[in-house]
C-alpha cells in the first residue's frame, strides 16, 4: 500500500498554522510532520513535531520534513508553507493521480508565481489533458508554498541544498527539470483547476520583504545568486526556455 506523506513548515505563524492544520483531512493521508524553524507555538498540535532552537532557514525545515516521511516510508510527499489552507479534502489524491497518468513525479501549486494569473482565471502556457478527469498546466514560473514529489526524486536529485538561503526553490527546480520525470524549466507543472484544492490564507502576510534579523533579504540576495552561477554555470534567467514543440515531445517521452 503506497503511503501518503504531508509535511508543514511554519516559522512564528501560529494562527496561519492552526487555519492549515485544521484543513487537512487527516484520514486522507498515513502521515503528517511539522518543523517549526521559528518560536514554540503555545499549543501541542496532533502531529509529528520538529522543533529547531535556532533559525536554520527553509531549506533545511523542507529537509527535515522530507528525511522525516522518508524515514516512514512515505511515496508520495507534500510539502506545504504554513500560510496555505486545503479547500478539498481530496487534493493529495489529485496530484497522484496526475502524477500516475502523467508520469511527472514533480508539482507545484502556482499561487502567487509571476504571469501564472488570478486564481480561478490562470494563465498556463500549455494545458495538456492526460484523461477526460486529469489535465495538467504549465506555467512559465514556480512557487515553493505547495509541492508534491515521489519519493523516487530525492534519489535522483537529494534535497534541497542549504547553503541557499533565498532561491533554495529554484536551485531545486532547475535540478529536477533536468530529470526525466519532470517538465522543462520555464514549464512548470500544476493540476489544472489546482485552485478548487488550495488556496493562500487570505490574512497572510509575506514574511519575505522588509527588514528581518538576519539582515534586508535584497541585500542577500545578489551572494546567492552568485553561489548560484558558481554551482551551475549561469545565471537563472540564461536557463534557456524549450519551444512549446520541444515540451510536448518531452512530456511524451516522459509518459512512455
Known amino acids: 500500500m503506497e503511503k501518503i506523506g504531508v509535511g508543514i513548515v511554519t516559522y512564528n505563524s501560529e494562527n496561519y498554522y492552526k487555519d492549515l492544520y485544521n484543513s487537512i483531512d487527516q484520514t486522507k493521508i498515513d502521515h503528517l510532520v511539522t518543523v517549526n524553524g521559528g518560536d514554540e507555538y503555545s499549543k501541542q498540535y496532533g502531529n509529528h513535531w520538529i522543533q529547531h532552537t535556532i533559525n536554520k532557514y527553509p531549506a533545511v525545515c523542507r529537509n527535515d520534513a522530507i528525511a522525516a516521511l522518508l524515514k516512514e516510508n512515505c511515496d508520495h510527499i507534500f510539502i506545504i508553507e504554513d500560510d496555505m489552507i486545503i479547500n478539498d479534502s481530496d487534493i493529495f489524491k489529485k496530484y497522484i493521480e496526475a502524477s500516475k497518468l502523467s508520469g511527472l513525479k514533480y508539482f507545484s501549486f502556482v499561487s502567487t508565481s509571476w504571469e501564472s494569473g488570478e486564481p480561478w482565471n490562470r494563465a498556463p502556457r500549455l494545458v495538456v489533458e492526460y484523461s477526460k478527469e486529469v489535465s495538467v498546466s504549465f506555467y512559465k514560473n514556480m512557487c515553493n508554498e505547495f509541492t508534491y514529489h515521489h519519493k523516487s526524486c530525492y534519489d535522483k536529485v537529494g534535497f534541497y541544498d542549504s547553503q541557499f538561503r533565498d532561491p533554495f526553490d529554484i536551485d531545486m527546480a532547475y535540478r529536477e527539470s533536468q530529470q526525466d520525470y519532470a517538465a522543462p524549466f520555464w514549464w512548470f507543472a500544476d493540476i489544472t483547476n489546482s485552485d478548487f484544492y488550495i488556496k493562500n490564507n487570505p490574512v497572510a502576510v509575506s514574511r519575505l520583504q522588509g527588514e528581518r534579523p538576519d539582515g534586508n533579504r535584497e541585500q542577500r540576495i545578489q551572494e546567492q545568486w552568485k553561489l548560484f552561477i558558481q554551482k551551475h554555470g549561469l545565471m537563472v534567467n540564461q536557463i534557456p ?16
Open 241 to 256: 526556455s524549450l519551444s512549446k514543440e520541444e515540451v510536448i515531445k518531452k512530456l511524451k517521452q516522459i509518459k512512455a
